[in-house]
Nanobody, 124 residues
Framework: AVKMVESGGGLVQPGGSLRLSCLASGFAFRSVGMSWVRQAPGKGLEWVSGINSDGGSTGYAESVKGRSTISRDNSKNALYLQLNSLKTEDTAMYYC?????????????????WGQGTQVTVSS
């Protein structure tokens, strides 16, 4: 069965950093693009960042560009998101998401599988 488990969320002060991780199993992780998607309280899903299957192409939403880095380790079936200079508006549930093909997509409709999420709260 497909399983994606996120970790690394927590409570952090504005300006702080976090590194989110996602461990995947049950599908050909190294063959598909991956993304991070978040949902703030009372808001819809927002694509945050994506990476293609070999890590050679990445993309970022304007809201996190310059403050975040997505990466993957295909030997470990792992996806990561480094978040720096965190703002209160980064508070959200962060989900790991896989796509149907080897590239990433900013469209939520292109997500094949979802993780259960990890909560990030930015507050002083």
């Amino acid at each position: 069965a497909v399983k994606m488990v996120e970790s690394g969320g927590g409570l952090v002060q504005p300006g702080g950093s976090l590194r989110l991780s996602c461990l995947a199993s049950g599908f050909a992780f190294r063959s598909v693009g991956m993304s991070w998607v978040r949902q703030a309280p009372g808001k819809g899903l927002e694509w945050v960042s994506g990476i293609n299957s070999d890590g050679g192409s990445t993309g970022y939403a304007e809201s996190v560009k310059g403050r975040s880095t997505i990466s993957r380790d295909n030997s470990k079936n792992a996806l990561y998101l480094q978040l720096n200079s965190l703002k209160t508006e980064d508070t959200a549930m962060y989900y790991c998401a896989s796509h149907h093909w080897d590239t990433w997509s900013m469209f939520i409709s292109d997500v094949a599988y979802w993780g259960q999420g990890t909560q990030v709260t930015v507050s002083s």
